[in-house]
């Protein structure tokens, strides 16, 4: 479940709306290249194939070996991916829609 806590505070309500204005892959590269650092960026990355590796009907061995990712990181992106949010879910179908 999402913490709406977190969202109500001003300097992520802030980050959210920044992100959403975010309109052209090269402004976003250039605002994440500013923003994280390239660690992070492999890291949200990463997490994302995790997903996408997940949602295709690969097990936590086959994707642990594919992404590199820890079982811990693909245990937590399972959970969202399976969870009320929504997230990744809704990202994987706007990727796959785009195919």
């Known amino acids: 479940m999402m913490d709406q806590s977190l969202f109500e505070r001003s300097d ?4 959210v709306h920044a992100l959403a204005l975010i309109g052209d892959e090269d402004d976003l ?10 660690r992070e960026i492999c890291d949200l990355a990463q997490r994302l ?3 996408r590796f997940l949602d295709e009907g690969d097990s936590y061995v086959e994707v642990q070996a594919r992404t590199g990712a820890s079982s811990t990181t693909v245990s937590r992106v399972s959970k969202a991916l399976n969870g009320a949010c929504g997230g990744y879910r809704n990202v994987l179908i706007k990727l796959e829609d785009e195919a």
């Open 49 to 51: 194939q995790v997903a």
């Open 29 to 38: 590269k250039r605002f994440l290249t500013d923003l994280c650092t390239p």
């Open 12 to 15: 992520v309500r802030q980050l």
